[in-house]
């Protein structure tokens, strides 16, 4: 049976069916961007450079690759088109970039003006950090957020790179697309997104700013109710080297968790003694080293203790729960990755689950969608403005 290759056509009951997206290559969050529209039905088109040993973007599911050399004026034509027969183009790239090209939001929507042109980027289209470098760790630190992330008497740290390149960048410019597509409808017109991963990274966290005034960060980094300081709210090792996460806030959840622990609660400490914390967390670090992960389970699965086990990323597709669910996929290459959420009950998404594409494996097949002939396919061959890379058949 002749595996599938790739979903030129996305089924038409997917949400984004017959959107057609362009992504400029880039690192991280654009090209988590356009896996989230690609997931959910959208013809996503990356733009790759030429002369690219091997692509950079882990998330190129359902995606197509046309391979261009931006630097020959040729090359910047057939972007142009790309652009002006497409409904989104998403724009990694630092302000003034696309400009320099010619190919800035004000010439595109001039032609285009359904287009709606997703720019992405670390600090925004303004201000005075908006033409420099930075990280998810510099985006996180601007935005307020950092300086709450960090064990008691420790510095702070970042959270991988989840909050700024992803949460606020990556999806926050998926929602700002979907919704100027939503609008679009109405007005008929396109128009341009600033997703800046400070602003989305402190958009996501604006729960922090929003409940300082009930008292839930009053007290130093690490050692609140929700950051690491309350016993039970915290993660403890397990006799086999495991460790189970424990979310057990509410009297009566605690009041669960103990018992599960096999401890008293009259030989405690009450809840919410803070000064008692420390050694609140030491007593239920014994216990919890008691038994081992699997055997935790078994005593607090079905309660409402909320204590779970802390899942490696091998591990995940294999818990119950998970698996009755299909919360994870495994596609052609054996890799297992989450599935798309959220789960809609008449337009699901229907990730792709063949292997990711080459640089420029479908320009030629992409130039030709667009109105390119033959003979100005190989024109731009021999110019070196594009380049096409087929696969090799498997004998």
Known sequence: MKRRQYR????????????????????????????????????????????????????????????????????????????????????????????????????????????????????????????????????????????????????????????????????????????????????????????????????????????????LWNRPRGENLLDGGAPFYETYRTSDGKHMAVGALEPQFYDQLIQGLGLNTEDLPPQMSFSDWPELKKILARAFAGRTQAEWCRVFDGTDACVTPVLALDEVQAHPHNQERGSFLKDDQGEVSPRPAPVLSRTPADPCLSRDPFIGEHTRSVLEEFGYGEAEIEQLLSEGAVECNKVKARL
């Open 8 to 215: 030129l056509r996305q089924a038409p009951n997917m949400a984004l069916s017959g959107v057609r997206v362009i992504e400029l290559a880039g690192l991280a969050p654009a090209p988590f961007c356009g896996m989230i529209l690609s997931d959910f039905g959208a013809r996503v088109i990356r733009v790759d450079k030429t002369k690219v040993a091997m692509a950079m973007d882990t998330q190129a599911r359902g995606k197509q690759s046309v391979a261009l050399n931006l630097k020959k004026p040729q090359g910047v034509a057939v972007l142009r088109r790309l652009c002006l027969h497409s409904d989104v183009v998403i724009e990694p790239f630092r302000k003034g970039v696309m400009e320099k090209l010619g190919l800035g939001p004000d010439e595109l929507l001039r032609e285009n003006p359904r287009l709606i042109y997703a720019r992405l980027t670390g600090f925004g289209q303004s201000g005075s950090h908006a033409t420099s470098a930075g990280h998810d760790i510099n985006y996180l630190a601007l935005s307020g957020l950092l300086s709450m992330l960090g064990r008691s008497r420790e510095g702070p740290y970042a959270p991988l790179n989840l909050v700024a390149d992803f949460a606020g960048g990556g999806l926050m410019c998926a929602l700002g697309i979907v919704l100027a597509l939503l609008e679009r409808t109405r007005s008929g017109r396109g128009q341009v997104i600033d997703a800046s991963m400070v602003e989305g990274a402190a958009y996501v966290g604006s729960f922090m700013w929003k409940s300082r005034n009930i008292g």
